[in-house]
């Protein structure tokens, strides 16, 4: 399955029982509404699947792994009604993944951004490479991580979560997002794809029904999540229409 369009493009490869679905937009990979949408349906079809045991999710090119959210659609936000709808994008897609009866790899080839890392946070395992640095940019821009901080502090902890949300302009570099089990492996640029192969390949040859048990068991007690990140997104859609955001964003379209 492929799909490409002025708004990105989304293509799903399989290769036995291991889909790799991978997203890509000229802008850094970032998220126009429109691939976050698609994006959340493919996960949702194949978690429906049942000739898939895995997916792997990946982006296109070789330096960022994906700059969150489009800033195109972000300064065209004008009430709080479009805030939510724009930032529920991203806790429609966290819901989807979180709820697919399969295990989700990521392939990490380069920096996340922003929503690229609550991405990142929401698969089940991470291969990055040494360049996959990190930041939460949001403060900058006068919002927050709201809508993905649940996955973020699921998976690297309240504290790392401050550190990195409080340090906005700070990159944490990928030995910091191993250490806080933000990523599971680090491979060498070259090696990167091998590795993720192998440890698809590894992962699909288990009892499918087991994996599903697993999947369950590693999102156990975030059921609540189908609520609380809409009412995440309404937060952020307010903030952003704040004075402060709105300099912010005046100063970044200069």
Known sequence: MSSVNQNGSLQTIFNDNVATVQFGHPASNSFPRELLDRL????NALSLNDAVSVLVLQSEGSR??????SF?????????EQGTEFFSGFAHLINAMRN??????????GKAVGGGVGIISACDYVLATPESAVKLSELA?????????????????????AEMTLAAHEWKPAEWA???????EI???EDLDNAVANFAQKLSAYNPEALLEMKKIIWEGTEHWESLLIERAAITGKLVLSDFSKEALRQFKK
Do not use: W, Y
């Open 187 to 189: 491979h060498k640029a």
């Open 100 to 109: 697919c009866s399969k295990l989700i790899i990521a392939r990490v080839q």
């Open 178 to 184: 191993l250490e806080n089990k933000l990523f599971s």
């Open 40 to 43: 959340t349906s493919e996960i």
């Open 72 to 80: 195109d659609e972000l300064l065209q936000v004008e009430n709080e």
């Open 64 to 69: 960022v792994f994906c700059s969150g959210a």
């Open 141 to 161: 821009i006068g919002i927050g991580p709201f809508v993905i901080e649940p996955a973020v502090s699921r998976k690297i902890g309240k504290a790392a979560m």
